[in-house]
């Protein structure tokens, strides 16, 4: 069992950057792709980001492309999302998560919040 382990939320103000990451606590767990999604309170949760492990494919929402750049470290099973030109409507409760298997995310984190002031 994998534990995702998510930091680097806070407060910024608009036009703002924040680097968020997402660590897989088991280094044996074998990952083909993580992913961030987000919610935002009302709403229901929402693709983010994705990047598939081998070779680094990446898929963006259209909210975010331009400003959101996902990456990740191979040898450390960690993933991260560089926020840009942070907008009030990125703010969000961001979670992270994975799967060794094509289909589907088995594996959340606990979610880490990011609230953007205008």
């Known amino acids: 069992q994998v534990q995702l382990v998510e930091s680097g939320g806070g407060l910024v103000q608009a036009g703002g950057s924040l680097r968020l990451s997402c660590a897989a606590s088991e280094r044996t767990f074998s990952i083909y792709k993580m992913a961030w999604f987000r919610q935002a309170p009302g709403k229901e949760r929402e693709f983010v980001a994705q990047i598939f492990w081998n070779g680094g494919i990446t898929y963006y929402a259209d909210s975010v492309k331009g400003r959101f750049t996902i990456s990740r470290d191979n040898a450390k099973n960690t993933m991260y999302l560089q926020m840009n030109s942070l907008k009030p409507e990125d703010t969000a409760v961001y979670y992270c998560?994975?799967?060794?298997?094509?289909?589907?995310?088995?594996?959340w984190g606990q979610g880490t919040q990011v609230t953007v002031s205008s």
């Open positions: 998560a994975t799967n060794p298997r094509a289909s589907g995310y088995d594996y």
